[in-house]
């Protein structure tokens, strides 16, 4: 028994110890250290009772009397520990962005919430025989007269191969609707059948679609911003950063297809892989021969354009960029210099949320760090919102204000920064 109790206790105290150091480059523990990263870290308090009880039953049949037993304890109680700093690192995270934006919201912001309801299925556009279908999640009341709603498009992950609407920035647009807003969760043609552009090209009619019915669904198509995660936050950075570019707006190029803000999370910013850090398998394979049907060394500049490192722009709209900086599958290195290149050039805030200890796709469901973090996005957009019905520019928000306040606020736990 006491044996079983020590394997148990070991492959507990491995979970624990890949939330930490996840593998990056072994092809063959790639996968697995991802997803077993993922759910510790984000499920970190869930793993801490799993393991407390597991020790309480073995102890009951006194394996703890025995030498193999008190090994198979220590390597328990490390475990808990280190579970114990994940489940402390997320519940840090809420005093520090709330102080962190505090800059940059409005003080005389109505908290009251709404009833919300959705509509699944909406046809926003039909390319050759596939219909292209969005879901729209609002408010169960209409506006009030002269009232007009601000928007939010959601773009979904998936590596540009997979997804569905149906399966991410679902806690967001919730959220936000309860706050008044109006989100779209839109689908978009995937990878191998489609090739970039394709999927920006149907995310543009998705977001002309919402303009153009703006009337239709309380929204006020003046303030629209756009968010998704992983390949989604990849789509949502070229979507801030090609707007109105009629290279992707074949058929409606006088569409507007101007954006008010974009919330990243854990986005790819390089296709060009120009510093490493991807592993070459990734480049050539997924990026390449799936999404761009294009060899780097024979066309780099099809890499390029699928980069919105290569896309940065004096006239791009506020940015929050949010990313992990224990991503395996999207390293933080990129998002790090995607904001630096960004701020060099941009007039309008760029501001970089980075989680110490959190994995890709931290937010796919409620969790400690992710009900923050949803909120921080909220804090930022409403924000910006409140400046627009004022009259204020982005460009006039205060980041030094905000810097300030972060500088002053902020711990290890999570770093916002601006520039």
């Known amino acids: 028994?006491?044996?079983?109790?020590?394997?148990?206790?070991?492959?507990?105290?491995?979970?624990?110890?890949?939330?930490?150091?996840?593998?990056?480059?072994?092809?063959?523990?790639?996968?697995?250290?991802?997803?077993?990263?993922?759910?510790?870290?984000?499920?970190?308090?869930?793993?801490?009772?799993?393991?407390?009880?597991?020790?309480?039953?073995?102890?009951?049949?006194?394996?703890?009397?025995?030498?193999?037993?008190?090994?198979?304890?220590?390597i328990n109680i490390a475990s808990w520990a280190g579970l114990a700093a994940l489940v402390w690192r997320s519940l840090g995270a809420r005093a520090e962005i709330r102080a962190a934006f505090e800059s940059v919201t409005d003080g005389d912001h109505d908290p009251r919430k709404y009833k919300i309801r959705r509509t699944r299925g909406v046809t926003y556009a039909t390319v050759g025989t596939k219909a292209l279908k969005l879901d729209i999640t609002q408010p169960v009341n209409p506006p009030e007269p002269e009232q007009k709603r601000p928007a939010i498009l959601q773009i979904h992950g998936g590596g540009w191969v997979l997804g569905d609407k149906r399966e991410q920035g679902l806690p967001l647009l919730k959220h936000l609707a309860s706050e008044g807003w109006v989100g779209f969760n839109a689908n978009y043609r995937l990878s191998p059948k489609a090739t970039f552009p394709d999927m920006l090209i149907d995310l543009k009619r998705a977001l002309a679609f919402i303009r153009e019915h703006a009337d239709e669904y309380g929204v006020d198509p003046d303030f629209i911003v756009v968010t998704g995660g992983s390949a989604g936050g990849h789509l949502t950075a070229l979507m801030a950063l090609t707007q109105n570019d009629?290279?992707?707006?074949?058929?409606?190029?006088?569409?507007?297809?101007?954006?008010?803000?974009?919330?990243?999370?854990?986005?790819?910013?390089?296709?060009?892989?120009?510093?490493?850090?991807?592993?070459?398998?990734?480049?050539?394979?997924?990026?390449?021969?799936?999404?761009?049907?294009?060899?780097?060394?024979?066309?780099?500049?099809?890499?390029?354009?699928?980069?919105?490192?290569?896309?940065?722009?004096?006239?791009?709209?506020?940015?929050?960029?949010?990313?992990?900086?224990?991503?395996?599958l999207a390293p933080v290195e990129g998002a790090r210099d995607f904001v630096a290149d960004l701020r060099e050039v941009s007039d309008a805030p760029v501001l970089y949320l980075e989680l110490k200890g959190a994995q890709h796709a931290f937010e796919i469901f409620p969790s400690i760090r992710a009900n923050q973090v949803v909120r921080a996005a909220e804090r930022f957009l409403e924000g910006l919102h409140a400046a627009y019905l004022r009259g204020v520019e982005p460009t006039d928000v205060s980041e030094q204000a905000l810097a300030e306040s972060v500088d002053a606020t902020t711990s290890d736990a999570e770093t916002v920064t601006a520039s």
């Open 1 to 74: 028994m006491e044996w079983v109790f020590l394997a148990v206790s070991i492959n507990g105290a491995a979970y624990t110890v890949n939330a930490y150091l996840p593998v990056k480059r072994n092809p063959l523990l790639f996968g697995w250290s991802f997803f077993a990263s993922w759910i510790t870290i984000e499920l970190a308090w869930a793993h801490l009772v799993w393991q407390v009880l597991v020790t309480a039953f073995f102890a009951r049949r006194g394996v703890l009397r025995t030498r193999t037993g008190k090994v198979a304890l220590a």
């Open 246 to 328: 009629p290279r992707y707006q074949p058929g409606f190029e006088d569409a507007d297809t101007s954006l008010q803000a974009a919330v990243p999370f854990y986005g790819v910013y390089d296709f060009t892989n120009r510093k490493g850090y991807f592993q070459k398998s990734v480049v050539d394979r997924l990026f390449g021969r799936i999404v761009l049907k294009a060899k780097l060394d024979e066309e780099p500049e099809k890499f390029a354009e699928a980069s919105p490192l290569d896309h940065v722009r004096a006239d791009a709209p506020p940015f929050l960029v949010i990313h992990g900086d224990k991503d395996t």
